[in-house]
């Protein structure tokens, strides 16, 4: 009898443990409250103080503010009198709506941002609303961490993927912090990039939040398998050229409607993109 009694008890433990992550809430696509809001300044001196040169040009500093637009720019020294021109966006997140069922440890979060124009590497800091006051504001930035960066030359129409767990992890369970969390966006020596602004309907910035139990979206792109035009590859925007219900990075032929694509196996993985196509997965 005691022998049942323990066996059960540990049926029932697993059966909670199994049913707390096996929820709808398993994962959170987060859209930008607002972005862009960074400035664009002229700093004629500030990058070379060393340089005799610099005794010639105009050291004042010229601020521009910019909304609802992300892109960033490198430093480079234009005509004398212009400077140093640097340019930096921020997207902002309110965090606030997140499920509690993400708890230290068990979430993973990713940025996915789409590239609108330029050709630039990139790299992105965490920044904190220091004054806590609801928002990222130009005071802020002044707490940026380095989170990581693309090597290669981002062009039109690709997809940069970061992982910010440990910057969000910081922001919801840190008691000093409020329910938001920025991340600052710098570009390469030279060149710019622009990616689309929270205003867009389509490729605005995304913020995936998931927990790391959760098998409701196994590529991780916040798109439910049942609902994801290719569940076995991440693309968080989901495009579809052809409007075959099957998304591009899956599709054989995407500029070409066909939705009865080779799929030897039929796990709804078209052969192109199975890693197994003969064998079901």
Request: aromatic share 10%; net charge negative.
């Amino acid at each position: 009898m005691k022998k049942l009694f323990i066996a059960i008890l540990i049926v029932s433990i697993v059966s909670f443990t199994v049913d707390a992550y096996d929820t709808n809430a398993s994962f959170t696509s987060l859209t930008p409250v607002t972005d862009g809001h960074y400035h664009y300044y002229f700093d004629s001196c500030g990058l070379c103080p060393e340089n005799p040169y610099c005794e010639l040009l105009d050291c004042e500093v010229l601020e521009i503010q910019i909304n609802n637009k992300i892109k960033v720019e490198g430093s480079y020294w234009k005509a004398p009198g212009y400077g140093a021109r640097i340019r930096t966006g921020i997207v902002e997140f309110d965090i606030s709506t997140i499920d509690g069922l993400y708890i230290s440890g068990e979430m993973q979060a990713t940025i996915f941002l789409k590239v609108k124009d330029g050709n630039c590497c990139l790299a992105l800091y965490s920044i904190q609303d220091a004054n806590e006051n609801g928002t990222i504001s130009e005071n802020d930035i002044e707490t940026e961490e380095y989170i990581g960066e693309v090597c290669t030359y981002l062009q039109p129409e690709n997809t940069t993927i970061f992982d910010v767990t440990s910057a969000l992890e910081h922001d919801l369970y840190d008691p000093d912090q409020t329910g938001f969390s920025g991340f600052l966006l710098k570009g390469c020596e030279y060149g710019f990039i622009e990616f689309h602004d929270h205003t867009d309907p389509i490729y605005r910035p995304i913020l995936c939040v998931k927990n790391v139990f959760s098998i409701d979206d196994l590529d991780g792109d916040c798109t439910s398998d049942d609902m994801d035009n290719c569940p076995s590859i991440v693309n968080p925007y989901q495009e579809d050229a052809d409007g075959d219900c099957i998304g591009n990075a899956c599709d054989e032929f995407p500029e070409t409607y066909d939705p009865s694509q080779p799929d030897r196996d039929g796990d709804e993985v078209g052969d192109l993109c199975d890693n197994c196509p003969d064998e079901s997965s």
